[in-house]
């Protein structure tokens, strides 16, 4: 009787293959977009195309070579380990390096005069900054305002038991605090960002802020894609995806239950089902025509009331390291400094640039980080000029204490001017709990008779880590998942 075990499977396998082989498109070739077609390829799904936008893949991870170093102008670091699925695709390839282990690095703060605050200072103020955030959690249960009352509360009793600290110093550490804290949400400042969102946010146990050592996230592509470490069993990918492909509609409203995508050079596909993976940015404007019909009202309503937020790098690479290898450089604005900047819109911009960071493994490069509103004020300037600005910047700060030198090269973000992203990542805001919605209102499906034919993906999705590259691959896991229970497919390698 095998043989006819083998003919009945045989007769399935083509069933699956031809007749039934469902059409999938993916919009966009990020990491959630990577996710969904890896899965779904290796559970037998053979009609599995992307279409990117843009004229490479990796959407928000982007690392590009950089005067001979990769670098990270998008995703950078693994945040967290147990749990995280980026760190359980790649650590056991060895390709990551925790904080502390070879790496650990101090706080060097200066003021906007210059001068130096004592080393032992800096690091028992950066310590205060980690432990109000742990309590944070506990703190904000229940609050349905903004984090900033309770930050505000806590560093301002924290700050008074410094002998030393007057309350313009006070005043000044606050906001230094208040840049350092938003870094993390891309928002604008801590009246944003809302507490319920702030305590919704999972934190996974382990390090933080985990490196790629000499790579960069660039690799979790490969890795997703089984080009790395044996390209040998690399998957069809990259063989069906389409670059320079932008989507301007997605009409599910098409004949025979299809869904038909059209992109600007006037190419159109049609699909069974459709996976829309960009960024809340180009959600929020384009929503209302980039589909056919409009979106239910839950869902445009979800759109306008999470937040897109902005954060922006400036890398900046010297012949040799003239500072101390270990040190990142904070800034501490200067309260009159501050309003100077504040009154002047040509400047004002460098207020949102909270440090110069080292780079693990680049020991030449330093890392500007800017945030909010100066992120895209930032990226809105010619190239020369926001490279000379926060060089002068680096100068008034440290140059007291460092002998400068003049950067040998120069590398700028630009998310929010990119239609293709219009910001760095989502966070959820007051205006978001005034809402009252949700990212998992944004994953949600659209059904045609029971079925799912738009589907959602990308960490703005993410319910729980929205903002982070190892959120977008899982929603892109879970998109796949929802087409591969749907056809009860299963892995041929199982």
């Known amino acids: 009787m095998w043989w006819l075990y083998a003919a009945l499977g045989f007769v399935y396998l083509l069933h699956f293959t031809t007749a039934e082989e469902p059409k999938i498109v993916i919009i ?271 869902k445009v309503k979800t759109i306008k009331g999470l937040s897109m937020g902005s954060a922006a790098k400036i890398y900046l690479s010297f012949e040799a390291p003239w500072w101390s290898s270990n040190r990142d450089l904070i800034l501490l604005w200067d309260e009159m400094d501050r309003q100077e900047y504040e009154n002047d819109t040509s400047k004002k911009w460098l207020l949102d640039l909270i440090g110069f960071f080292t780079v693990a493994h680049r020991p030449r490069m330093l890392c500007a980080w800017i945030n909010g509103a100066g992120a895209r004020y930032m990226e809105a300037l010619p190239e020369n000029q926001a490279f000379n600005e926060a060089f002068t910047l680096l100068n008034k700060f440290f140059g007291n204490s460092y002998n400068i030198t003049r950067p040998t090269a120069y590398l700028r973000t630009n998310w929010s001017n990119n239609k293709h992203f219009r910001g760095a990542y989502s966070f959820r805001s007051v205006e978001s709990q005034r809402s009252g919605v949700w990212a998992n209102e944004l994953a949600a499906p659209l059904l045609v008779d029971g079925k799912p034919i738009v589907m959602f993906a990308g960490e703005a999705t993410n319910s729980q880590r929205w903002a982070s590259v190892d959120g977008a691959i899982d929603t892109g896991f879970r998109e796949a998942d929802r087409l591969i229970e749907l056809y009860n497919t299963k892995n041929p390698s199982q």
């Open 28 to 298: 966009g070739a990020g990491a959630s977009g990577i996710a969904a077609a890896s899965k779904l390829y290796e559970h037998g799904f053979q009609d599995v195309i992307i279409l990117e936008a843009e004229n490479r893949i990796g959407g928000r991870v982007y690392t590009t070579w950089f005067d001979e170093s990769w670098v990270d102008l998008g995703g950078q670091w693994v945040h967290g380990e147990t749990g995280n699925a980026a760190f359980k695709l790649a650590a056991p390839l060895e390709l990551l390096e925790a904080s502390g282990e070879k790496n650990w690095v101090e706080f060097d703060i200066h003021n906007s005069k210059g001068v130096r605050l004592p080393l032992d200072l800096s690091q028992n103020l950066m310590a205060l900054l980690t432990n109000v955030s742990g309590e944070a959690n506990e703190a904000l249960a229940g609050n349905n305002g903004s984090i900033a009352d309770f930050f505000t509360a806590k560093f301002n009793i924290e700050l008074q038991k410094y002998p030393t600290f007057n309350e313009t110093l006070v005043k000044e550490v606050l906001k230094m605090f208040e840049g350092l804290t938003i870094a993390t949400d891309s928002s604008d400042n801590w009246t944003d960002i809302s507490a319920t969102g702030y305590t919704a946010y999972q934190d996974y146990p382990g390090s933080n802020i985990v490196n790629w050592k000499d790579r960069g996230y660039g690799t979790i592509l490969d890795v997703l894609m089984k080009k790395y470490p044996n390209p040998e069993e690399e998957l069809p990918i990259m063989n069906n995806t389409l670059l320079n492909s932008e989507v301007v509609n997605v009409n599910y409203n098409a004949t025979d239950k299809k869904v038909l995508i059209e992109t600007s050079n006037g190419q159109k596909y049609t699909a069974d089902h459709v996976i829309v993976t960009p960024s809340l940015g180009v959600l929020k404007e384009q929503y209302e025509t980039l589909f056919t019909p409009q979106l239910p009202e839950s």
